[in-house]
T-cell receptor, first 113, second 115 residues
Framework: QKEVEQNSGPLSVPEGAIASLNCTYSDRVSQSFFWYRQYSGKSPELIMSIYSNGDKEDGRFTAQLNKASQYVSLLIRDSQPSDSATYLC?????????????FGAGTRLFVKA | NAGVTQTPKFQVLKTGQSMTLQCAQDMNHNSMYWYRQDPGMGLRLIYYSASEGTTDKGEVPNGYNVSRLNKREFSLRLESAAPSQTSVYFCALNPPGVSGANVLTFGAGSRLTVL
């Protein structure tokens, strides 16, 4: 079982719709959770972080965390063509060498104009 | 990608050749990471370094060595390149802060092809 799992997609939504991206993780002691966005040919960039159960909103983005279910999601409201990218779910875990971040395989999102 | 410089940006190697990917930062961060990214595989951690002089294995360390001789630089070496190491390599930094609150800043990436 992968430590962080995401549907690879592609997920296709029309412009203005809500895009829903999901992620599950296997290590129950994980404390920090992130969503990174990666445009084709570019490096990943952080768009959301969440550390406690519940919802966290930032503009059109809402991250949701349920530690009991080991589930993290990202909602993008009023999706725009510029949101078309790969979205990477990431989880922090502590190891003997310090904290390290483990990524899921990413979900490709296409927003159709 | 200000603050994180990766070199080279592109490289083509023949099987068995060696090379070193360089990562340099000007952000005075302690923790540095090397990831590789392959289609459909997301980012996989190769090695990381919590501080100058320390390194630890990540998810896929085989075939790689790293060096963190000073705080500023973290290098990744392929001693005998194999076609399976064809990938895009990213260096990343993690600023010090709240425990566990890693937020990674990535370099622009190095695209390596092994023939």
């Amino acid at each position: 079982q992968k430590e962080v799992e995401q549907n690879s997609g592609p997920l296709s939504v029309p412009e203005g719709a809500i895009a829903s991206l999901n992620c599950t993780y296997s290590d129950r002691v994980s404390q920090s959770f992130f969503w990174y966005r990666q445009y084709s040919g570019k490096s990943p960039e952080l768009i959301m972080s969440i550390y406690s159960n519940g919802d966290k909103e930032d503009g059109r983005f809402t991250a949701q965390l349920n530690k009991a279910s080991q589930y993290v999601s990202l909602l993008i409201r009023d999706s725009q063509p510029s949101d078309s990218a790969t979205y990477l779910c990431a989880v922090n875990k502590f190891d003997t060498g310090g904290f390290k971040t483990i990524f899921g395989a990413g979900t490709r999102l296409f927003v159709k104009a | 990608n200000a603050g994180v410089t990766q070199t080279p940006k592109f490289q083509v190697l023949k099987t068995g050749q060696s090379m070193t990917l360089q990562c340099a930062q000007d952000m005075n961060h302690n923790s540095m990471y090397w990831y590789r990214q392959d289609p459909g595989m997301g980012l996989r951690l190769i090695y990381y370094s919590a501080s100058e002089g320390t390194t630890d294995k990540g998810e896929v360390p085989n075939g790689y060595n790293v060096s963190r001789l000073n705080k500023r630089e973290f290098s990744l070496r392929l001693e005998s390149a194999a076609p399976s190491q064809t990938s895009v390599y990213f260096c990343a930094l993690n600023p010090p802060g709240v425990s566990g609150a890693n937020v990674l800043t990535f370099g622009a990436g190095s695209r390596l092809t092994v023939l």
